[in-house]
């Protein structure tokens, strides 16, 4: 089904699409591979709560302009910013609220990583549910290189994604690998020739906005807080969302379309 794009949103620092019930949002600051500074933190944390309140939207696709995913801090930026220590711990916090913006999100948010992830590119990319990587894309952790340490929960999230022995190397040498090696290890979930990129990562948007919204956020925040649940209360909380669901209009259109043979509408209601 073909959705056509409403006009842009325009941002300093983003571009946000829109495709049916898809948002992408692609950093856009081509000229400097997408470096971080604070306004395109503020921006996302916007585009991010503005595709949550809009109940059209189903999914979030998050790329990067040109040839870059997101090289982390502008260090050209950083050089020449006179901050005081309160403002810098601030800035460094806005970091780690996109990425429990992300993983707090009821939409399933997808990094589509088509060239360098360094840094806090690389922690937003964890910090989505699915990472689709180019072939030729790097992804790195190099803060030990610079002095500094990681942020956005990569430190509890990459040990779930490639082991503790994988994440140890990775985040103590601050070695990029390819995509190639991302998915090997687990830590992407596909890697693809760059041209076919967005095409899969709208495509997989696309497959999730069909699926029921609120068991997908429900699913997600089971999926996301499990690794440190008891199996008790994880139970307790399956059982509440399973009876939660049964409780939406969508529930009883998946129950008939099911019994009519046809694919199901969901509302998220």
Known sequence: MHHSVSPSTSHATLIVERHGPILEIRFNRP???????????????????????????????LTGEGRAFCVGADMKEHGAAQRTLFQRRQYLRLGNDVCEAIQRSPLPVIAAVNGYALGAGAEMAVACDFLLMAEEARIGFPETSIGTSVGGGVSKLLPQLVGLARARRLLYTGRRIDGAEAARIGLAGDCLPVERLRD?????????????????????????????TD???????????????????????????????????FRGQ
């Not at 000229?31 to 999914?59: M, S």
């Not at 399973?242 to 199901?264: H, I, L, M, N, Y």
């Open 231 to 265: 199996l008790e209360s994880q139970l307790q909380q399956e059982l509440d969302a399973v009876f939660t669901c049964s409780t939406t209009a969508d529930w009883q259109e998946g129950v008939d379309a099911f019994a009519e043979k046809r694919a199901p509408v």
């Open 200 to 228: 899969e990562a709208l495509a997989l948007a696309g497959e999730l906005a069909g699926q029921a919204p609120v068991s997908l956020a429900m699913l997600k925040r089971l999926v996301n807080q499990g690794v440190h």
């Open 31 to 61: 000229h400097r591979l997408n470096a971080v500074v604070e306004a395109l933190y503020t921006e996302l944390l916007q585009a991010l709560a503005a595709a949550e309140a809009d109940p059209e939207i189903r999914a979030v696709v």
